[in-house]
C-alpha cells in the first residue's frame, strides 16, 4: 500500500470493500498457493492490483494460471 494514508474515510471502506470480493474468489476458488494485493494512490486515483497462482476459471473462459486482476478509480 502507498500513498492511502490520506484518503478519505468513505474511498477507504470502499477499497477495502473492492480488494475483499477478489480475495475472497483466490480463497474459495483459485486454489493458489500465492496472491498478491497492491494499493496505491496517486493524484486522486486508487489503483488496486490482485494476482494469484491459482488455477484461474474453466479454460472455455480463456482465463489462465497466473491470471491479474486491477482496477483503477478517481477519487
Do not use: F
Amino acid at each position: 500500500m502507498s500513498g492511502t494514508e490520506e484518503l478519505p474515510t468513505a474511498v477507504g471502506l470502499t477499497v477495502y470493500r473492492i480488494v475483499q470480493e477478489p480475495l475472497t474468489n483466490v480463497l474459495k476458488h483459485a486454489e493458489a498457493s500465492r496472491c498478491e494485493v497492491t494499493v496505491r494512490a496517486v493524484d486522486g486515483v486508487v489503483h488496486i492490483a490482485v494476482a494469484d497462482n491459482g488455477r484461474g476459471a474453466s479454460s472455455r473462459t480463456g482465463a489462465a494460471r497466473g491470471r491479474d486482476s486491477s482496477a483503477c478509480a478517481s477519487v
